[in-house]
């Protein structure tokens, strides 16, 4: 039996995107305990060349969101990378989750042969809808999700790996 699209993107993105979510919560308790502002971790980074926690999750969402587009014909909901807060950054992790709840796995049929082109500025990249997912977009969403939780980490918010991995029966 194959393995469809759908069950190698969509519940991988809304798992990760709910340990996003829980971690976040993790941190802004952490914040409101040690008096901390919650602007010092929206704007943390890990190494000065490096996205903040809020590009990070401007890119977390962007990846998952906008493979949806690239595997299939519907319109990837369009966030306007604008949030000023770490309650607007909640929220969009929260709307990301509500559009990727919407697609089902027949809107995702046929996709793993579908024609991804994906540009970025001089570099130029063709793939099939599943070597797309495998090799750019997944990783791409793990990078994003694992460095928002390193920021929170080296900013002193107690997440551990069970709080990254999730409740996952896989976890070990």
Not at 38 to 48: H, M, Y
Not at 145 to 157: F, K, P, S, W
């Amino acid at each position: 039996m194959s393995v469809s699209t759908y069950s190698l993107s969509i519940p991988v993105f809304l798992r990760g995107l709910a340990v996003l979510s829980a971690i976040l919560a993790k941190a802004k308790i952490h914040a409101t305990e040690n008096a901390i502002p919650l602007e010092t971790l929206f704007n943390a980074r890990l190494a000065p060349d490096m996205l903040t926690l809020a590009g990070q999750i401007q890119r977390v969402s962007d990846t998952s969101k906008n493979a949806v587009g690239r595997l299939t014909t519907i319109t990837a909901a369009g966030f306007p990378d604008t949030e000023q807060s770490f309650e607007e950054l909640e929220e969009r992790v929260h709307k990301t989750i509500a559009f990727l709840e919407t697609v089902t796995p027949q809107d995702m049929e046929g996709s793993g042969e579908r024609e991804v082109a994906i540009n970025l500025g001089k570099l130029k990249y063709t793939f099939t809808g599943t070597e797309y997912l495998l090799t750019f977009a997944i990783p791409n969403f793990f990078f994003h999700l694992t460095t928002a939780y390193d920021i929170l980490r080296n900013q002193g918010v107690p997440v551990g790996k069970i709080d990254y991995l999730g409740t996952s029966q896989a976890a070990a």
